[in-house]
């Protein structure tokens, strides 16, 4: 019998190595994709930027992609997305999509896209992308692994930003000259219905993961709106407190970034004028304005690590999302600033991926737990 039993716990200590030695083989990256004439010059083409969030988030390497016009001079990057499935990353300009194997770094392919290409989603099998148009109006449905288009939805409001339901089901789409969130049936790849509209035109928006509520920028608020994705309605605007709108160097919007915890407890929200990320309660509804957090430049994106440790303002500022303090700051191999609007999670085991993150900061609960309050 004493035997057995130190067997038993022979195998139950090995058992429990493994799966440690599994969990820390996981290694977590950040992608980020840095467009402009600095990287065409000094480095001779477009960059994706590669830092290791397990280590103070160093920079790890650059790995050349595609995206130049006939001078050979970059093309302004729009989007990104990858897919462990698929092995894939993506990103798009404003011209071409780009394709890219995780595994060996090489371009597989570059296909440019009738009215070019905006911000993207990709379906959870990594399968399917919903490719905006370049604020045109048409959102061409791709075959994300062989660029080919499947179809063309035609809202007509001037196609820009894309996010994918977690379930696959829904693809959001947002124009800007629309104030009407519109919902594609994936089932089909028809438009089924639309949220709003709203107090004006759309930018940049998220969903909670149970896609009962949508957050939204709109054109002209220093704040955001609050959306009811189950009955189309507008419920809430929210106003940034204690501080004003002033000009802005980008994107002509007081309020270009937003972003729900992984856990959804809180909505973080972009102030260019001030250079701040503004956190919002979200357990409550509406949202209630809880902490401002001073940034080393103007942001125009958000989004969370997948852990949601971490928040990744476009300034290229790390945020602990506890303390809401900046960790360290996004430099590349020469030491220079990293800003980007443009970055995804990727997690390997061994060389393979396993899990990839999202551009937009998306809500991660589902089921019943997700908080649909304050109706």
Not at 90 to 99: A, E, F, G, V
Request: proline share 4%; aromatic share 8%; net charge positive.
């Amino acid at each position: 019998m004493l035997l057995a039993m130190k067997m038993i716990i022979a195998l139950l200590l090995t058992c429990t190595a493994l799966i440690a030695s599994e969990s820390s083989d996981e290694r977590r990256y950040l992608y980020v994709a840095v467009p402009g004439i600095r990287n065409y010059l000094e480095y001779g083409g477009h960059g994706l930027l590669v830092f290791d969030i397990d280590h103070g988030h160093k920079f790890v390497k650059r790995i050349r992609t595609a995206g130049v016009d006939e001078t050979g001079k970059p093309l302004n990057v729009k989007g990104i997305c990858a897919s462990a499935a698929t092995k894939r990353l993506h990103i798009s300009t404003i011209k071409t999509l780009t394709s890219i194997d995780l595994l060996t770094e090489k371009v597989l392919w570059e296909k440019a896209y009738e009215g070019g290409c905006d911000r993207m989603a990709l379906s959870p099998d990594g399968r399917t992308m919903y490719l905006p148009s370049l604020e045109k109006d048409h959102w061409h449905v791709v075959d994300a692994f062989t660029g080919d288009v499947i179809k063309k939805l035609i809202p007509k409001s001037r196609a820009h930003n894309t996010v994918y339901g977690l379930d696959g089901k829904a693809v959001y789409l947002a124009g800007l000259k629309s104030p009407l969130l519109s919902v594609a049936d994936t089932k089909n790849h028809t438009i089924a219905r639309a949220v709003g509209p709203f107090g004006n035109f759309i930018r940049p928006f998220t969903v909670n993961g149970s896609q009962t509520l949508c957050f939204v920028n709109v054109n002209d608020l220093l704040g955001f709106e609050v959306g009811d994705l189950v009955t189309g309605k507008a419920l809430h605007r929210v106003e940034i407190q204690g501080f004003s709108k002033g000009m802005v160097k980008r994107h002509g919007c007081p309020s270009h970034g937003i972003g729900l915890t992984p856990d959804e407890k809180e909505v973080w929200v972009c102030d260019a004028a001030n250079s701040h990320m503004h956190v919002f309660d979200a357990t409550a509804m509406p949202p209630k304005q809880v902490a401002s957090i001073k940034l080393r430049e103007q942001p125009g994106w958000i989004t969370f690590s997948l852990d949601g440790k971490y928040a990744y303002p476009s300034t290229g500022d790390i945020i602990d999302t506890k303390t809401r303090k900046t960790l360290t700051e996004l430099k590349d191999e020469k030491g220079a600033e990293v800003h980007s609007e443009k970055v995804v999670e990727v997690h390997f085991r061994g060389k393979d991926p396993v899990r990839t993150g999202d551009q937009f900061g998306v809500g991660r609960v589902t089921g019943q737990q997700s908080a649909h309050v304050g109706k």
